[in-house]
């Protein structure tokens, strides 16, 4: 079992930049891979970035590309999303997602909500027009 606590959501302005971090618990997080996907207002959740076990292998939705940045820190059982030039449209609620190791690999990235199996509780991000 994975527990993921999310933090570092919050009001930017537009063109601004936030750090979302996500700490999980237990011993096997190298072995999971990991994923953030955002939720706006009256829409379905979308992936946003993957990353593989080792962090070597990278993944983004067409619409962060080149803004969004996600990486890992195995050894503080940590995975960021590092946000810059944000727009209004980023504004949606960010959840941090594993998946079990059977699933990822350390070249693999995971982008389907049902290849995730473990799910933080979400943070705010709101950018302001």
């Known amino acids: 079992q994975v527990q993921l606590v999310e933090s570092g959501g919050g009001l930017v302005q537009t063109g601004g930049s936030l750090r979302l971090s996500c700490a999980a618990s237990?011993?096997?997080?190298?072995?999971?891979?990991m994923g953030w996907f955002r939720q706006a207002p009256g829409k379905e959740r979308e992936f946003v970035a993957g990353i593989s076990w080792s962090g070597g292998t990278t993944d983004y939705a067409d619409s962060v590309k080149g803004r969004f940045t996600v990486s890992r820190d195995n050894a503080k059982n940590t995975v960021y999303l590092q946000m810059n030039s944000l727009k209004p449209e980023d504004t949606a609620v960010y959840y941090c997602?594993?998946?079990?190791?059977?699933?990822?690999?350390?070249?693999?990235?995971?982008?389907?909500?049902?290849?995730?199996?473990?799910w933080g509780q979400g943070t705010q991000v709101t950018v302001s027009s």
């Open positions: 997602a594993a998946g079990a190791p059977s699933r990822g690999g350390y070249y693999k990235t995971l982008k389907r909500e049902y290849e995730y199996d473990y």
């Open positions: 237990g011993r096997t997080f190298s072995s999971h891979g």
